[in-house]
């Protein structure tokens, strides 16, 4: 379970056992699940744990750099954020539902977090501080903004994990990208002393705050939004869909090998 790994008093857990899939053990929880938890976790003031949603980029990554698969194996909660994974999963018979990191931060902010608590924001910009406050009527946030290139700089990241650690009361938001967000949360919870739940929600706020389009719910629901964010942004992400994405395939078959 997404618990299992904390060194923590006993508490009421849900009903899941962590599933291997492709490598990784994942918390098989869909959106509302994952939420239910969290917020558990949060309610009962428990020490710092965090939330990674490996989607197929994380993975085509993990493969080529197995190096990085403690980030994700010493996460609390570890949730699919692919339709395609969670297609690849049921063809080996698993049920791996899919719980995007854009629906988990949207459904935090908007239903589950009141406007007077503190979050932390970790990334972003200055935009996206403004539009939380206007938009969404938060009015204690603790915003850090890191350096570029911190993957290779393990000064940011401790910088970064002492804030979180100092200033997390409830739910932050880590936004600096993958590896980088997961290696200052788990880098946090090395350093111990916080609460709460972290979530390495990559361009989760963009959409929420609407920098940036999110593809519509029908391309969403027919596992089409990586072809709405190719559109949106073909320089970008050009390499990413079309040259690395595609490996998702390969690699799952040599999963599937070596399973057997």
């Known amino acids: ?17 962590r599933m291997s899939f492709m490598g990784l053990d994942f918390d098989p929880l869909d959106t509302t699940g994952l939420i239910e938890a969290a917020n558990l976790h949060v309610r009962m003031k428990h020490p710092l744990t965090y939330v990674v949603t490996p989607n197929v980029d994380h993975m085509v990554r993990l493969d ?16 699919c954020d692919s339709r395609i994974l969670e297609i690849l999963a049921r063809l080996e018979g698993k049920h791996l ?10 459904n935090l902010i908007r239903d589950h977090i009141d406007p007077s608590d503190r979050i932390v924001v970790i990334g972003g910009g200055a935009d996206i501080i403004e539009a939380l406050i206007r ?10 903004d890191p350096p570029m ?28 990208g993958s590896p ?17 739940v972290a979530l390495c929600c990559g361009a989760s706020l963009d959409f929420l ?16 939004e990586w072809l709405h964010r190719l559109i949106s942004q073909p320089k ?10 595609p490996k998702i395939f390969r690699i799952w078959m040599k999963s599937q090998k070596s399973a057997n």
């Open 149 to 176: 290139g911190m993957r290779n700089n393990p000064a940011a990241i401790d910088a970064a994990a002492r804030f979180l650690i100092e200033k997390n009361e409830g739910y932050a938001f880590l936004c600096v």
């Open 64 to 79: 080529a750099e197995p190096q990085l698969k403690p980030l994700y194996e010493e996460a609390g909660f570890n949730v």
């Open 180 to 196: 980088q967000q997961e290696m200052v949360a788990k880098r946090a919870v090395e350093m111990g002393g916080g609460r709460g």
């Open 1 to 17: 379970m997404g618990y299992s790994s904390l060194s923590l008093p006993a508490i009421p857990t849900l009903p899941v056992d």
């Open 135 to 144: 938009d969404f009527g938060f009015d204690d946030i603790a915003w850090h």
């Open 97 to 106: 539902p899919a719980a995007p990191g854009a629906d988990i931060v949207e």
């Open 236 to 245: 970008r992400l050009w390499k990413r869909y079309l040259v690395d994405g």
């Open 209 to 224: 705050t609407g920098k940036v389009e999110r593809a519509p719910k029908w391309m969403r629901e027919a596992r089409l």
